[in-house]
């Protein structure tokens, strides 16, 4: 069982930038694919990035260029920088990993990153 906190979310204007952090416990990291979620109001949970354990990111069109994902398997620790940021960003955001055999889910509770001026 592996447990997820997230945080750095935050107000920011358009065009600024944060970095979102997701702590991992209770499980060995490597063992996880991981990925970043967001869901906005009236509307469903939707991929942002994934990383696997080796490092290969994969993104949604909407972020390309602009949002970076990582992972540092040693402190058990995955992060989203969000450059560029657009008001339709705005959304509750999840960090999200899945067990590499297994195919067992887990989620973080969500940080919220409202992009507004």
């Known amino acids: 069982q592996v447990q997820l906190v997230e945080s750095g979310g935050d107000l920011v204007q358009p065009g600024g930038s944060l970095r979102l952090s997701c702590a991992a416990s209770?499980?060995?990291?490597?063992?996880?694919?991981m990925g970043w979620y967001r869901q906005a109001p009236g509307k469903p949970r939707e991929l942002v990035a994934t990383?696997?354990?080796?490092?290969?990111?994969n993104y949604a069109d909407s972020v390309k260029g602009r949002f970076t994902i990582s992972r540092d398997n040693v402190k058990n620790l995955g992060y989203l920088q969000m450059d560029s940021l657009k008001p339709e960003d705005t959304a509750v955001y999840y960090c999200?990993?899945?067990?590499?055999?297994?195919?067992?889910?887990?989620w973080g509770q969500g940080t919220q990153v409202t992009v507004s001026s």
């Open positions: 999200h990993v899945r067990h590499i055999v297994w195919g067992a889910d887990h």
């Open positions: 990383i696997g354990s080796g490092g290969r990111a």
């Open positions: 209770g499980s060995n990291f490597n063992n996880y694919v």
